[in-house]
Each structure stands twice: as structure tokens, then as C-alpha cells.
């Protein structure tokens, strides 16, 4: 087989750059380790920023995602019984989009399957060869076969635990990252929505945030130790323990229900550098990871895909290989910016077990000036609707 592109891995970021490839005349394979079904599966957030709204909209998968979703003009924060509200459309002049991620990816894969666009599913053995030179390929295994793929360049959009990121030689990459001493404990569950915006909840017995997907499909996580098994957790101890970490009036009006999803994720903030070997462009969660927190994880790799996509029609269109060769900088630039707000806002909300008094103090400092200052909810809100391209 011969390509332009070799996209390795079938999640959204690789579709979506695949799809945006094909609006403008680029070939592109995707290679996919596991099925379709199981892609689609797989539950993750649903808040989009403005950014990732116009490139669905530019790589013409955005009507469904404007038509379904629910646009978020605002969001609660609260401590203890009090809360208070973050206005992203007076401080920025623009609401983000709730609009589950299985959606998204949903709408790339129909809009690559009605233009014949070439997915291979359940393939073995991946590996990228020669990026460091002119003519790159990758091997895989299939069905019992080998085979193999010439290209020009290779994008590795398969995760933090792919092949691609670990194709980059060690001495040729640095790695930063922070593992948090806790998880979420989340549940999907077909009740109405406690709140038509989502709440994030610092309380004395941990984080807590009520999110949602649709009218009837709600979201919610508490904060659990790094080590706790789902099978810990019975529903009615789930939603127990969920009262305790939010305002009693909000508490009163949960609508709870038998989960459908039960799932731990874990916190990490991780950075690799560079973003580029050669002719391998790392893109998304193989590059770098945020904890949920901010609402990130799609979003900065949809950033990543922006810049990535604006190198190679730049170098197909115009012979012009500036935008790749700025590529990792200029994506780097703008994923330190969001790991900062992942950062900031996870230490802002949770509860660690070597928390001091002190420490404790700082929090609800940190909470009162959010809540008085216009400047700092004006920040705050910038990141979370998310910062240009």
C-alpha cells in the first residue's frame, strides 16, 4: 500500500485529521488496533471548545454536534454549601459545547466511511520504520498477514500507550509528567441532569463534579483513592457519597438511578518533547495527557490536529515544509498553557492526603478571590472555553 499519510490510531484525533486531509485532495490510511464497536464504546468527556467546534465544522461533520448539542454558557463551583457561577459568555463572549466525544467519534467515522476513506481495524504488531529519513513506512500484522504501508509522513494519534511516542528514540525525547495520589470514580446513568451546567465541588470528604451528556443521560464523578477497585462501590454508595461532597440544595434535587457506565480513572499531567522525530508527528494523548479536570483531553488534541493539518496542506499546496517544521513549538506552546489550567484547577479542587491546614486555607483563598474577582473569573474562563490556536 502507498499514502500521503499514515495515521495510526482510529480515535478522534486521527479521524479528524484524516477527515480534514481528505477535504483538501491528502490521502490518508488509518490503521486501528482494535474494532470499530470498541472505539465507539469507549466513554470519555464532552466538553468541547470553540476551536474543536470549527474544525468539525470545517472538516464537514459539524451539523449533527450543532443540531444535538447543548451549549454550556456558564459553570458552578462550589465549596462547602456555598457556590458560585462562572459566566464564559460575558467574560469571553462565547459558551462551550456539551456533546459526548463517543459522538464525535461516531460522526468522523460515518463521514470517512461515505467517502471511501480506508480504516484498518484490529491490526497487530504496529511499527514505524525509517522516520528519520526521507521515505517512512509502517508494518502491522492482519488477519495472519503482514503488511505494510509506504508514506510520507507517519501520525501517531494512538495514545499514551501506543507505538508511536515509544518510536522516538529515548535520547531523542524528554518527559515531564505528575501522577496524582487519586482517581475519579465516575457513573453514567440514564437520569435527567442535576444542573444544566455542570458543578465542580470541593468538599471536606473530596472533589465532585456533576456533568452530564443529553437531557436524560448524566455524568458524575467523586474524587476515590488512586488504588480503589469499582467493585467497591454499590450505586446507592456512589450516590451516598455524592450527596456528601455537594450543597444540600443541590442534593435535594439529584435524581438518582442504576448506573449503566462504572469506571476509575486516573489523574496524570504528562509532556513529552518533541512532538516530532523526523517524519512522525506525535498527536494528542501520545504526546501529552491532562487530568479531566479542565476538560482538556480532547480538546488539546484537536489543537495538536489544527497545527498538524495546517503543516501538511502547507507543505501538499504550497511545496512548504515551515508549518510542519514549526509543528512541535508551536502545539508545545499551547499544551503547557492548558496543562497549567489542568493543573492549577486540580490543585484548586481536590483534597490531598498530605493537605496541611495551611494548605486547606490557600484553597478556600484561592476559591473567595475567584468568586469576588472579575479578573480572575475573566482567566478562568478563557482557558475553560479555551485559549486560540
Known sequence: MRTQVCIIGGGPSGLLLSQLLHRRGIESVILERQTRDYVLGRIRAGVLEQGLLRLMDEAGVGGRMRREGFEHAGTLIAYGEEMFRIDFVEHTGTPVMVYGQTEVTRDLYEAREAAGGIIEFEVEGVAIHDADRDAPYVTWRQGGAEKRIDCDFVAGCDGFHGVSRRSIPEDARREYEKVYPFGWLGILSETPPVNHELIYANSPRGFALCSMRNENLSRYYVQCSAHDKVENWSDDEFWAELKRRIPGHVAEGLVTGPSIEKSIA???????????????????????????????????????????????????????????????????????????????????????????????????????????SEAAQKAMAENYVGLPY
Open 266 to 372: 486516573p489523574l496524570r499531567s504528562f509532556v513529552t518533547e518533541p512532538m516530532r522525530w523526523g517524519r512522525l508527528f506525535l498527536c494528542g494523548d501520545a504526546a501529552h495527557i491532562v487530568p479531566p479536570t479542565g476538560a482538556k483531553g480532547l480538546n488539546t488534541a484537536a489543537s495538536d490536529v489544527h497545527y498538524l493539518f495546517s503543516g501538511l496542506t502547507q507543505f501538499y499546496e504550497l511545496n512548504d515544509a515551515e508549518g510542519l517544521d514549526l509543528y512541535s513549538e508551536r502545539a508545545l506552546a499551547r499544551i503547557w498553557k492548558a496543562e497549567r489550567f489542568s493543573w492549577w484547577f486540580s490543585q484548586l479542587m481536590h483534597r490531598f492526603e498530605d493537605q496541611t491546614e495551611f494548605d486547606r486555607k490557600m484553597q478556600i483563598a484561592e476559591m473567595e478571590l475567584l468568586r469576588s
